[in-house]
């Protein structure tokens, strides 16, 4: 086999691994499969796992917040059956997505979110990589649409209904990629009246995957064969 031939062979090899590693993956996915027993309260809740992605062992959505009277449940989704939903909102209270990011980078985050007439409506979404100690802001502030209300983007969710669009997706900082663990946290901005409800559904951590040391050599060694050739 001449020169070429090889150069070219181990190029093509290279460049499928880099595209493969290139290409978007979902790490973790949170489609609310599954339904919050009846009268579930306290300060804080584990959702559990996510229902998808490769990642989604040792995740965890959860929310956390200051009165322990606060009720946890599953009304129907943003076109899907569950949600994950939560009343009695203070300011600092959250909902949290905890996961590893080995493996990946470019990482990015993306979820719907809706209200009731007294919900919360101002969030901020900050990461924290060491577990909480430091955080770093993603989103100063967003707003979350009042389900029903007249306007744009404004349906109420139903499981069997339309989906409702233009919800949150965000890049998170390069300081995501590749770590052990990574939280995200949407954060309640305000205190509202405590039967405000505020609820999210398909929650998805995106990234991909990290170039293997071997496809950058097999670069290398393609371009080392494409010299010794000329």
């Known amino acids: 086999m001449n020169t070429f031939i090889k150069s070219t062979i181990v190029a093509t090899i290279a460049a499928s691994a880099l595209s493969l ?70 300011t600092g209270n959250y909902y949290q997505v905890s996961l590893s990011t080995t493996g990946y980078e470019g990482i990015s985050i993306s979820w719907d ?7 919360p409506s101002s969030f901020e979404l900050v990461m924290s990589t060491n577990g909480g100690a430091n955080w770093s802001t993603l989103l100063t502030s967003y707003t979350v649409i009042q ?53 999210i559904d398909n929650v998805i951590v995106s990234g991909s995957m990290v170039p293997a040391p071997g496809a950058i050599a097999l670069l290398g060694l393609a371009g080392l064969l494409s010299r010794r050739r000329r």
């Open 21 to 90: 590693s290139a290409s978007g993956a979902i790490i973790a996915s949170w489609s609310m499969a599954t339904t919050v027993a009846t009268g579930t309260a306290g300060t804080a809740y584990n959702y559990g796992a996510a229902d998808g992605g490769e990642a989604a062992a040792g995740s965890m959505l959860s929310s956390s917040h200051t009165a322990a009277v606060t009720v946890y449940s599953s009304p129907s989704g943003n076109g899907s059956t569950y949600s994950f939903s939560s009343n009695n909102w203070t």
């Open 113 to 119: 979110q809706t209200r009731s007439g007294t919900g």
């Open 147 to 199: 389900a029903g209300l007249a306007g744009t983007n404004t349906l109420s969710w139903t499981a069997t209904g339309a989906a409702q669009s233009g919800f949150n997706t965000t890049s998170a900082a390069a300081a995501a990629a590749n770590q052990g663990s990574v939280l995200f946290r949407m954060r309640s901005l305000v205190t509202t009246s405590s039967a405000g409800t505020n609820r």
